[in-house]
């Protein structure tokens, strides 16, 4: 437990904290025995900055090893003792589905965001979302999260992803090669970053929607300065999906 930095609170002159805080290592401990439960993370973060800033630093971080061992191992392995746009924003990515809102990134589509009880990433389905050229880079993409029957719209999936060293990745380079030109409104919703439309950027094999078992042609995904790729698709009834998983 490296925890030996002590900060003081600058919320404000009326905050409860300025008599002083327990100690790092005591709140360490506390929500090691809560399992890193990170709706309380988040409740904790808002008492004031100093709490705010101990979560960014370390309550987050560990919330991710414990939710995502092995693949918080391999994103860390280039050295690195952080993750591209800060440990929050991945444990948001981890536990939340973004949905969309009707103007939004996904056009007509309105579906709130919304916490999950618990999400399977994986780098093998992360492959099936990059040009061939690309596939040497590293990255975890989600099953999709089913919102079924949604009208004329039929059933659709949303899935969320993160890149390892996004910043050195061959896709990065491709979408600057191509010009691929950055959302002029919306923002990344885990870490608030610009957004490129790999659809733009034609960019999208179709192993994606083999992979997700949706329509070739209804599948559309977007990835941040930071790498985080959030994405919708349109899926095909069962037995079609099936059928798709055999092609691939």
């Not at 919102?147 to 999936?157: A, N």
């Amino acid at each position: 437990m490296p925890l030996s930095k002590q900060y003081r609170c600058i919320h404000s002159g009326t905050c409860a904290c300025t008599k002083g805080h327990l100690t790092e290592d005591i709140i360490f401990l506390v929500f090691q025995q809560l399992n890193w439960n990170p709706k309380l993370i988040a409740a904790f973060s808002c008492s004031c900055k100093w709490f705010d800033d101990f979560a960014k630093r370390v309550l987050w971080k560990e919330f991710c090893k414990t939710r995502a061992p092995k693949m918080m191992i391999d994103l860390q392995s280039s050295g690195s003792h952080s993750v591209d746009g800060s440990w929050r924003a991945l444990g948001k990515l981890l536990i939340y589905c973004s949905g969309c809102t009707r103007g939004g990134l996904f056009d007509n589509i309105h579906i709130p965001g919304h916490f999950v009880y618990r999400t399977r990433f994986s780098r093998t389905s992360g492959k099936s979302f990059l040009l061939p050229q690309c596939r040497s880079d590293v990255l975890y993409v989600s099953d999709p999260c089913e919102h079924l029957d949604q009208g004329e719209d039929g059933d659709i999936g949303f899935f969320r992803g993160i890149f390892k060293s996004f910043s050195v990745s061959k896709v990065r380079k491709l979408l600057i090669k191509r010009g691929a030109q950055l959302h002029p409104t919306e923002a990344c919703p885990y870490c608030k970053a610009k957004l490129w439309s790999m659809q733009e950027a034609k960019m999208i094999p179709q192993s994606a929607s083999c992979r997700l078992g949706a329509y070739e042609d209804c599948i559309e995904y977007y990835v941040c300065l930071n790498g985080h790729v959030l994405g919708v698709c349109t899926l095909l009834p069962l037995s079609e999906s099936e059928e798709a998983s055999e092609l691939e």
